[in-house]
């Protein structure tokens, strides 16, 4: 069983820094990409950016060049720094996970609040 524990979300004013983390644990063999997505209230979900094994990076141009992906190998683990946020960054982060027979995990998600 594949588990995905996300954590780092919160509240922060427009212009700030959060950093959120994704950890993926249980039985798997090769992951292929790990990457987050958001969904806003009313909104469906939405593609953010993800990141693959070699790691080539894919941002959504509405967060290219204020959000950083980056993962730690060793221990299945993908940061996102996201700086200079808006109030329209504000949603439940999801973290997704794909492994090289194609079969994805999600998280439960977390929240991010950015107040103007």
């Known amino acids: 069983q594949v588990q995905l524990v996300e954590s780092g979300g919160g509240l922060v004013q427009a212009g700030g820094s959060l950093r959120l983390s994704c950890a993926a644990s249980?039985?798997?063999?090769?992951?292929?990409?790990m990457g987050w997505y958001r969904q806003a209230p009313g909104k469906q979900r939405e593609f953010v950016v993800f990141?693959?094994?070699?790691?080539?990076?894919n941002y959504d141009d509405s967060v290219r060049g204020r959000f950083t992906i980056s993962r730690i190998s060793a221990k299945n683990t993908v940061d996102l720094q996201m700086n200079s946020l808006k109030s329209e960054d504000t949603g439940v982060y999801y973290c997704?996970?794909?492994?090289?027979?194609?079969?994805?995990?999600w998280g439960q998600g977390t929240q991010v609040t950015v107040s103007s």
């Open positions: 249980g039985s798997f063999f090769m992951i292929r990409s």
């Open positions: 997704k996970l794909m492994l090289n027979d194609g079969s994805e995990y």
């Open positions: 990141i693959t094994s070699s790691g080539w990076t």
